[in-house]
């Protein structure tokens, strides 16, 4: 299986930048078959929502409201997934989750712990 750490969430004053990353471990026989890796993020209240993916060919998926602002970005070498954001929002406050889907040997979905965006004035 793989494990997901992620690390770069905080408190940022409106108008800055963080950048998310997520280190997938754990099965070479999962890592190395890593297909889409991504960014979502649930507000209190809210449903998850899909932020940001890439898949395998370098291609990206943004939601409207953070295309244009946000970076999502992979280092295969290092099996990571990053994201970096740009002019924060107050309404990006939210629980950022990593996500990275495997389909080898088996397919399966994994999700990070989640990481604390606050945004403040």
């Known amino acids: 299986q793989v494990q997901l750490v992620e690390s770069g969430g905080g408190l940022v004053q409106a108008g800055g930048s963080l950048r998310l990353s997520c280190a997938a471990s754990g099965s070479i026989f999962s890592i190395i078959n890593i297909n889409t890796m991504g960014w979502y993020r649930q507000a209190p209240g809210k449903q998850r929502e899909l932020v940001a993916r890439?898949?395998?060919?370098?291609?990206?998926i943004y939601a409207d409201s953070v295309n244009g602002r946000f970076t999502i970005s992979r280092d295969n070498a290092k099996n990571t997934v990053y994201l970096q954001i740009n002019s924060l929002k107050f309404e990006d406050t939210a629980v950022y989750y990593c996500?990275?889907?495997?389909?080898?040997?088996?397919?399966?979905?994994?999700w990070g712990q989640g990481t604390q965006v606050t945004v403040s004035s």
């Open positions: 890439i898949d395998s060919g370098g291609r990206t």
């Open positions: 996500n990275v889907l495997v389909t080898h040997p088996r397919v399966a979905d994994y």
